[in-house]
């Protein structure tokens, strides 16, 4: 399937592949700030309430990033489909719906959010050494920062998970 015309398989250019990887993302996050509050009104857990919480305002600059990067390299936002993010939500809603205890909820609750956490962090260092090759620094940068915050979420995520495994490991 190709990046511009579906059905193909080609990129012609390391350009147009850095453009369909901005359009992805910018999807992505689109996504991301749909799916949030559903996650958001789902966690029972204090503390990732508010990792979560946090995460929506970190999203929102992410948001403005990716802006700021389609006019350095003069193009218009635009989003295109991002299949990968949309299965990775799907597998959270699964979690979502689901029955489960609160604790035991919250935690798979932080797992399907490290799988977005993951599959951005993926995405932004791909966009990020696409944008280095072809000598676009101050879009590198701006994608790193947002890889950085990506990364640090993630670790919040990890963090709070470890609290919650000692309480459920008490209880088992």
């Not at 511009?4 to 850095?18: E, I, N, Q, R």
């Not at 990792?51 to 305002?57: D, K, N």
């Not at 003069?74 to 991002?82: V, Y």
Request: glycine share 6%; aromatic share 4%; charged share 30%.
């Amino acid at each position: 399937m190709s990046l511009l015309h579906p059905g193909k398989v080609d990129a012609p250019s390391l350009h147009v592949l850095l453009a369909h990887e901005l359009k992805d993302l910018y999807d992505a996050e689109f996504q991301i700030m749909d799916a949030l509050p559903k996650v958001i009104e789902q966690a029972t857990d204090l503390d990732l309430k508010k990792a979560l919480e946090e995460h929506i305002r970190e999203t929102e600059t992410h948001i403005t990033r990716l802006e700021d990067c389609f006019n350095m390299l003069d193009m218009k936002p635009e989003r295109i489909g991002c299949d990968g993010m949309k299965g990775v939500l799907k597998e959270g809603d699964h979690v979502i719906h689901g029955e489960m205890e609160a604790n035991v909820k919250d935690d798979a609750l932080i797992g399907a959010c490290q799988r977005v956490e993951h599959y951005e962090m993926a995405a932004y260092g791909c966009a990020r050494e696409h944008a280095k090759v072809l000598g676009f620094t101050d879009v590198a940068a701006l994608l790193n920062s947002t890889l950085q915050e990506e990364g640090k979420a993630d670790q919040t995520l990890s963090q709070i998970a470890k609290t919650l495994h000692k309480s459920l490991s008490a209880v088992a």
